[in-house]
DNA sequence: TTAACTTTGAAATTTAACTACAAAGCCGCA
DNA sequence: TGCGGCTTTGTAGTTAAATTTCAAAGTTAA
């Protein structure tokens, strides 16, 4: 659509221009958030050149004018609030990691949200909506993952379990056929233990929606592989969003069953949280606002 | 920082303004990507009013004039990629409603990491540097993120469990003391199995790191409350979110905790990672790229 | 070293934003 | 109902900023 990244565009644009051009690139690049506020003689002024050059810088950039660069400008910084990944530092405060936590998970999201492909995702969840029964399989990090999966599946009223335990996958497995699906979720892709089971399973006829990175030998066993790719492993930024993402995906698939099985049932979703209050205490006093 | 969303606040400023001005705020609602290359002639020709009313219009919402106007609002529109709550649709299409449930994600991601407080945080993550031992007590939709939890302190080598078996957290509760952590995790603040578990605790002495809505008797009994408040309840994104901004406070607090018990740790939580390949297969054949 | 071309900036021009002020509308009180 | 004070809105003029023109300075190659 637009330019994510203008600063990048500048910077790989710099080459072809003139001299003094470079001047105005090469500030611009040091004070982005300065130059959106700044009047074109200023610039002319700080970059040490002409105003025409400016106008000229502006122009090499595929730009209307000075006013409607600044304008982009504006708009790719306010968008690269810069959801990179991060890279832990012992010194950080507190409130620095917070940040650079939340950015990381926001910037995996954006990323497997344009990743995801919706005809794929489509094929999981008319799988999932006829089956007889679901099942989740996953190890360690995701065998809470599983067990949130089927919780909210059996809100759905869709019958389901998940097991974390291998001998329990594999007598559960045998038992199952082609009407059945189960889920496999991995971060990894590799987890001896689970690909066992998915191989087990494969020989039933069940349907596999699997749940991890491409390329790996899981994705390669699934009938319905979801692609879940994160950017290279920074720090330990992998290891805490994959499983946040894997629910996340799961949401999705938990939504497009809800739908698929009549629209009643979405609104059967809210219905349990009703009657969930009975679960609750409530306040004696009024809400302190 | 600055305005997370312009448009919000110009339809809530509305009703403050002059007639005419509220001419210029309806018009730019209508059409914000359009006013971004609009010249103040054509936007008053549009609205109907004239030029200086644009100005004021400008000058009513704090800006200094009609260019740092069309700036803020450059940047709001970029910015705002609408991590707005969602409401479905019976006739979504799955790639619309994936957006969707990806976006509200994210923008609850962003409320909460504004929310935060790192005092707050530094204090919970104080607490459980310094525990003899941690326990993670939650139910329903909590009960994996109480897992979930567990399975990243172990990493951590911090002694801990999660029960979400109400006899289980009270036998357990009973044994603590005032050098023991325990963490109650809920959606509603409300539920009456975990208050009843963090009453018996709280005799103890032991202190209680809360992670639910602000206002709620969970909140008010624990000794360090961890506020996550979601927009109002707008469809089902209450219930698919906060499960996962438990989790990402959970990583918060762990990385804290990492770091405080030495950084030799941060690394440790990538060590594991390591010694978990033994459980892993690798590939026979090259990776199909 | 000079002719052709490219790059750059000074000054003039144009354009758009802003200000001052006056007209129109609105409200309360006689 | 009419009149004085107050608020709102627009007209016309002013100022400021962006853009264009054009000439000077710099660069390259024969």
Redesign the pocket.
């Known amino acids: 659509m637009n330019s994510v990244n203008l600063l990048k565009l500048i910077a790989e644009a710099r080459e072809d221009l ?4 470079q001047k105005v690139a090469d500030f611009v690049l040091a004070n982005p958030n300065d130059v959106i506020h700044m ?3 200023d610039l002319a002024a700080e970059a ?6 400016v ?2 810088f ?1 122009r090499a950039l595929g730009h ?5 660069f600044k304008l982009m400008l504006a708009q790719g910084l306010a968008s690269n609030t810069n959801f990179e990944q991060f890279s832990l530092d012992s010194k950080d405060t507190v409130s620095e990691f917070k940040e650079k936590i939340f950015d990381s998970m926001i910037g995996n999201l954006l990323n497997i949200k344009e990743q995801l492909n919706p005809e794929t995702l489509e094929e999981a969840i008319d799988a999932l909506a006829n089956a007889r029964r679901v099942e989740f399989y996953g190890f360690g990090a995701s065998a809470p993952v599983c067990t949130d999966a089927a919780h909210k599946f059996h809100r759905l009223k869709v019958s389901c379990t998940s097991y974390s335990d291998p001998h329990m996958q594999a007598i559960s497995a045998v038992s199952l056929d082609d009407r059945d699906v189960i889920v496999a979720i991995s971060q990894t892709g590799r987890t001896k233990d689970l690909l066992h089971t998915v191989k087990l399973v494969k020989e039933t006829g069940t349907t596999v929606i699997a749940l991890c990175p491409s390329g790996t030998p899981l994705a390669e066993l699934a009938s319905i592989p979801i692609h879940i790719d994160l950017e290279e492993d920074k720090d330990l930024s992998t290891l805490m969003s994959s499983r946040v993402l894997h629910l996340v995906v799961i949401d999705v698939l938990a939504v497009g069953v809800a739908m698929k099985l009549g629209p009643g049932l979405v609104d059967h979703l809210k219905t349990i949280k009703r009657s969930l209050r009975s679960l609750r205490q409530n306040d004696k006093r009024p809400p302190v606002s």
């Open positions: 003139r001299k003094s051009e009047r074109i003689v040490e050149v002409s105003e025409p050059t106008v000229r502006c209307e004018g000075f006013q409607d």
